[in-house]
């Protein structure tokens, strides 16, 4: 979704599609985060083991 709305920033129809990457864009980052703090949990956990 973002790559498609960077590559058609030019156009006058996509700024209907500018919150939707926005949104996109916030939800690939929170998810990235999580998947971050859940692998430095999970190496925690085992260097206890």
Same mark, same amino acid.
């Given at each position: @979704? *973002?790559?498609?709305? *960077?590559?058609?920033l030019g156009n006058p129809y996509i700024n209907?599609? *500018?919150?939707a990457g926005v949104m996109d864009t916030v939800v690939v980052l929170w998810t990235l985060g999580y998947w971050w703090e859940q692998k430095k949990v999970n190496d925690a956990? @085992?260097?206890i083991r």
């Amino acid at each position: @979704m *973002v790559l498609l709305l *960077v590559t058609n920033l030019g156009n006058p129809y996509i700024n209907g599609f *500018v919150l939707a990457g926005v949104m996109d864009t916030v939800v690939v980052l929170w998810t990235l985060g999580y998947w971050w703090e859940q692998k430095k949990v999970n190496d925690a956990s @085992m260097a206890i083991r």
